[in-house]
């Protein structure tokens, strides 16, 4: 039967001007994505918060303010996705290049292309919290420490001053920082502190205006403090861990004794290996102790890894093949406590 008018539409076609306009800058798009020096596969968190990530396929551009045109350098970089639809945003964490990398800036509401802003994170929080539990959380601190100054008297004391901002991904881990709470930085042999102020932790930037749990991104305002050699554990960067804890829940922890690991990271590359050493320290005191070493409760194949005790303190594992869904869990048992050590396997990078 011929038609006196065109149909309104065919089922499984753009229906509008609009619709067929952004179907063919989809098609466009992947058509040519991967033809660029700057497509490269990169890990994206399988979902916001998990701290567990996939392979992504993206472009990654120089850094660019918006507004000026000026180019942010390595620190900042520009994550373009292929599908239209990928679903990103503030507070988004990704890793390559060594790095883990933060959301803070997105151009995609009401936008055609797909692209977030990133920020390397370039320290770690590591806390304890009141129970006893171990935790970190990747960061961005912000390179000018604000206001540092030497506070003059009688006897020209040096009293700690200045201060920054922290960005992090708001998520039940950095939901249990608290004002006040303070945080050691630098390396073990130097090492600063510095703390929380009372009402600096802006946990309010939510993404949807109505919705009180859609706040992706933490800031804090940290002011300098003094570092204290009795309570902080400067080996391990971990402020106060020895203030009001007589016996930690933590199964790495027994009173004032901490089982340190070496190297801290927990992470190894596709093809790589790492011999990790593990002992008893009383504050930043050594001491002497043996330990047992077991995988447990991981859900990893083992033809991904191979794992082999060395001696008493220390133990070697290979990743022959990355794998992203599962950390590797090693127990570390010893006759004065234990402590599970997570292992990612990662992929060649």
Same mark, same amino acid.
């Given at each position: 039967?011929?038609?006196?008018?065109?149909?309104?539409?065919?089922?499984?076609?753009?229906?509008?001007?609009?619709?067929?306009?952004?179907?063919?800058?989809?098609?466009?798009?992947?058509?040519?994505?991967?033809?660029?020096?700057?497509?490269?596969?990169?890990?994206?968190?399988?979902?916001?918060?998990?701290?567990?990530? /996939?392979?992504?396929?993206?472009?990654?551009?120089?850094?660019?303010?918006?507004?000026?045109?000026?180019?942010?350098?390595?620190?900042?970089?520009?994550?373009?996705?292929?599908?239209?639809?990928?679903?990103?945003?503030?507070?988004? /964490?990704?890793?390559?290049?060594?790095?883990?990398?933060?959301?803070?800036?997105?151009?995609?509401?009401?936008?055609?292309?797909?692209?977030?802003?990133?920020?390397?994170?370039?320290?770690?929080?590591?806390?304890?919290?009141?129970?006893?539990?171990?935790?970190?959380?990747?960061?961005?601190?912000?390179?000018?420490?604000?206001?540092?100054?030497?506070?003059?008297?009688?006897?020209?004391?040096?009293?700690?001053?200045?201060?920054?901002?922290?960005?992090?991904?708001?998520?039940?881990?950095?939901?249990?920082? /608290?004002? @006040?709470?303070?945080?050691?930085?630098?390396?073990?042999?130097?090492?600063?502190?510095?703390?929380?102020?009372?009402?600096?932790?802006?946990?309010?930037?939510?993404?949807?205006?109505?919705?009180?749990?859609?706040?992706?991104?933490?800031?804090?305002?940290?002011?300098?403090?003094?570092?204290?050699?009795?309570?902080?554990?400067?080996?391990?960067?971990?402020?106060?861990?020895?203030?009001?804890?007589?016996?930690?829940?933590?199964?790495?922890?027994?009173?004032?004794?901490?089982?340190?690991?070496?190297?801290?990271?927990?992470?190894?590359?596709?093809?790589?290996?790492?011999?990790?050493?593990?002992?008893?320290?009383?504050?930043?005191?050594?001491?002497?102790?043996?330990?047992?070493?077991?995988?447990?409760?991981?859900?990893?194949?083992?033809?991904?890894?191979?794992?082999?005790?060395?001696?008493?303190?220390?133990?070697?594992?290979?990743?022959?093949?990355?794998?992203?869904?599962?950390?590797?869990?090693?127990?570390?048992?010893?006759?004065?406590?234990?402590?599970?050590?997570?292992? @990612?396997?990662?992929?060649?990078?």
């Amino acid at each position: 039967m011929a038609y006196k008018y065109l149909p309104l539409g065919v089922p499984g076609y753009p229906s509008t001007p609009k619709e067929e306009l952004i179907d063919s800058f989809q098609a466009n798009l992947s058509e040519y994505f991967s033809v660029a020096t700057s497509h490269q596969t990169i890990q994206e968190e399988v979902t916001f918060g998990s701290n567990t990530y /996939k392979n992504i396929n993206v472009r990654v551009n120089r850094g660019i303010n918006s507004s000026t045109g000026e180019k942010r350098g390595d620190d900042y970089k520009n994550i373009l996705f292929e599908d239209l639809t990928h679903a990103s945003g503030l507070g988004w /964490k990704y890793y390559f290049d060594s790095n883990y990398w933060l959301v803070t800036f997105t151009e995609i509401v009401k936008s055609l292309g797909n692209a977030n802003m990133v920020r390397r994170c370039n320290e770690i929080l590591r806390w304890i919290d009141t129970d006893g539990t171990y935790y970190e959380e990747p960061c961005v601190i912000d390179y000018q420490i604000e206001r540092s100054r030497d506070t003059s008297g009688a006897n020209n004391p040096v009293v700690p001053s200045g201060f920054f901002d922290i960005y992090c991904q708001l998520n039940e881990r950095t939901k249990k920082i /608290k004002g @006040n709470q303070r945080f050691l930085f630098g390396t073990a042999d130097n090492r600063v502190a510095f703390r929380t102020f009372g009402q600096g932790i802006n946990n309010i930037h939510r993404t949807e205006t109505s919705d009180i749990d859609s706040g992706a991104l933490l800031i804090l305002t940290v002011g300098g403090n003094y570092v204290n050699e009795i309570t902080d554990d400067l080996v391990a960067g971990i402020a106060d861990r020895y203030k009001d804890y007589d016996v930690f829940t933590s199964a790495s922890m027994v009173g004032a004794l901490s089982i340190i690991v070496t190297p801290e990271t927990n992470d190894i590359i596709e093809s790589g290996s790492a011999v990790y050493d593990v002992r008893y320290y009383l504050g930043s005191t050594m001491l002497s102790g043996s330990f047992v070493f077991s995988i447990s409760g991981s859900d990893v194949p083992t033809d991904h890894y191979s794992f082999s005790p060395i001696d008493n303190n220390t133990f070697y594992v290979v990743n022959n093949a990355k794998y992203l869904e599962d950390t590797l869990d090693i127990l570390c048992s010893g006759s004065s406590g234990s402590r599970l050590l997570n292992i @990612n396997l990662r992929g060649a990078w």
